[in-house]
Nanobody
């Protein structure tokens, strides 16, 4: 089970940090990722990070503004989002895929969290 936190409303240019906890306490065995879904739009990959952080990937829209990180001791992956824009408004989903590959990184594979709303508005 994935437990998400940290969504909310912010003005353009603001920041939010999302967090996702793997409740089984075994996050080091999961490649973790984030994707988002806005109304009327297709699912969009945001970022992913491999089990030990050796590989990190960002989507085109998040590159340079978002930072993914993980703390396996806390079974938590974070998504720091800076300089948020109107088009970042969406429901953000955390994902976790069991893997033994330290470089495997996908943003919509495995288990999905319940989603958290991020709203950017002026």
């Amino acid at each position: 089970q994935l437990v998400q936190s940290g969504g909310g409303a912010v003005q353009p240019g603001g920041s939010l940090r999302l967090a996702c906890v793997t409740s089984d306490g075994a996050s080091e065995y999961y490649g973790m990722g984030w994707f988002r879904q806005a109304p009327g739009k297709e699912r969009e990959g945001v970022s992913c990070i491999s089990t030990n952080g050796a590989r990190v990937v960002y989507g085109d829209s998040s590159q340079g503004r978002f930072t993914i990180s993980r703390d396996n001791a806390k079974n938590t992956v974070y998504l720091q989002m800076n300089n948020l824009q109107l088009e970042d408004t969406a429901v953000y989903y955390c994902t976790a895929e069991p893997t033994s590959d330290p470089f495997k990184c996908d943003w919509d594979s495995g288990y999905w969290g319940p989603g958290t709303q991020v709203t950017v508005s002026s």
